[in-house]
């Protein structure tokens, strides 16, 4: 669930939102319309925690995972090679798929004493490497990069080589792979060929 209380932001004189009040609940598909300037941007990023609100409050639950493809897109991952751009969604389970990668290494090199607690702990981030969907991961992001346009042949071009179309795409699909529980569109058919 979304949640905004009497949310005001101004930027100098420029008062974007004003006591702005609602609830999303889950499974619901909401979309925000209104001029340039309405405010719409905004709540996305109060919401994201890039911006905070002048006053009122806006959340949803922590546990959620929140994705959002931005409407431009800023000198985002040059030099990096499509498919990785998309794998990297998740830094948090890159992070552990490194940490599992040392604590290997360490069990390598331990006494057989501490091998049997540092096997457990290993067992334990497989686990939760697995419920993450890392073993999957590379597929899942072939798959959907695939289900949107992309030429097999192109996942190991850079980032950087396509157009602004295929970059807010690519940006699509960063989001879809780390299956988010909320994502944000904001203006999704722009610069779309």
Same mark, same amino acid.
């Not at 000198?75 to 090679?81: E, Q, S």
């Not at 850079?158 to 690519?170: E, Q």
């Given at each position: 669930m979304i949640q905004f209380s009497q949310v005001s932001k101004a930027f100098g004189t420029q008062q974007v939102l004003q006591d702005v009040t609602f609830t999303i609940h889950d499974g619901e598909r909401v979309g925000f319309v209104g001029?340039?300037?309405?405010?719409?941007?905004?709540?996305?990023?109060?919401?994201?925690?890039n911006l905070s609100p002048d006053k009122g409050e806006a959340t949803y639950p922590g546990a959620m995972?929140?994705? /959002?493809?931005?409407?431009?897109?800023?000198?985002?991952?040059?030099?990096?090679?499509?498919?990785? /751009?998309?794998?990297?969604?998740?830094?948090?389970?890159?992070?552990?798929h490194d940490q599992m990668v040392a604590l290997e290494e360490d069990i390598s090199r331990a006494e057989d004493a501490a091998k049997?607690?540092?096997?457990?702990?290993?067992?334990?981030?497989?686990?939760? /490497?697995?419920?993450?969907?890392? /073993?999957?991961?590379?597929n899942r992001a072939e798959t959907i990069l695939s289900g949107l346009g992309f030429?097999?042949?192109r996942f190991s071009d850079?980032?950087?080589?396509?157009?602004?179309?295929?970059?807010?795409?690519?940006e699509l699909a960063r989001n879809l792979v780390a299956r988010p529980d909320i994502l944000l569109l904001d203006e999704p058919t722009n610069y779309l060929e």
């Open positions: 001029p340039n300037g309405a405010g719409k941007s905004t709540m996305f990023e109060i919401l994201t925690g995972r929140l994705a /959002y493809v931005r409407q431009q897109l800023h000198g985002l991952a040059n030099g990096v090679p499509l498919l990785d /751009y998309v794998e990297n969604a998740m830094p948090d389970l890159n992070l552990l049997p607690k540092m096997l457990e702990r290993l067992g334990e981030m497989q686990s939760r /490497y697995e419920h993450l969907g890392g /073993y999957e991961l590379k030429a097999t042949e850079s980032f950087d080589t396509f157009s602004g179309g295929w970059k807010i795409r690519a």
